[in-house]
């Protein structure tokens, strides 16, 4: 096992496991029922929906393959592939509002800065992997504060509703954050993995059922 698979107990790594496991079976009928509810509305819904379903299954994917890996070797590429999706996973979520609730200039310029900014942010996990995290922590906090430039207009065409569940994701994924920085102490991360969950899930209602 490798130094940094042994930083979680037996137990707290199959709670990694199996609760990502979960996400992934969840992630996967949630982009069917998205294609499905999508499907009559338009191109775009369909394709925005496509995006942040299919954004989601990577996600929980590259997870559970990550940390149910024990070859050292195996393991450290997958870890790069679960760093990646993370970037692929926050622009995907932004697609469905930028492109179906915003205005269409403000909303394509932030879809535009959203994946640029995960191109980036794959791209210095690719080619210069273990190197720059300051910057590529950085380049996640940019991308996860983004709305903040665009809250109020989003907040005025965005249901009420759907900005409450917008926000708790939000909330969510800062706590998980922050339980993740706390690396040395006993199940953090199996913590941050069940916040990941909530927040993907405070985050697929309001896309669900108040974008789409």
Known sequence: MSAEAAQYSQCEEQI???SHFIGLLLACAGLV???LKSYSLSYVALISAV?????MVLLFLASTLYHRATNPGVRARLRVLDHCAIFVFIAGTYTPFTLLILPAATGWWIFGISWALATIGITLK????????LLSTGVY???????????KTLLENLSSQGFVWLAAGGVVYTVGALLYSFKRLAYTHAAFHIMV?????C????IYQHVL
């Open 16 to 18: 990694n496991i199996w």
């Open 141 to 151: 906090l940019f991308m996860g504060w983004l709305i903040v430039f665009v809250g």
């Open 126 to 133: 690719l080619f210069f992997t273990g190197r720059f995290k």
């Open 51 to 55: 995006i942040f379903g299919f954004s």
């Open 197 to 201: 969950m909530i927040g993907g899930g």
């Open 203 to 206: 985050h697929y209602y309001a």
């Open 33 to 35: 029922m998205l294609v």
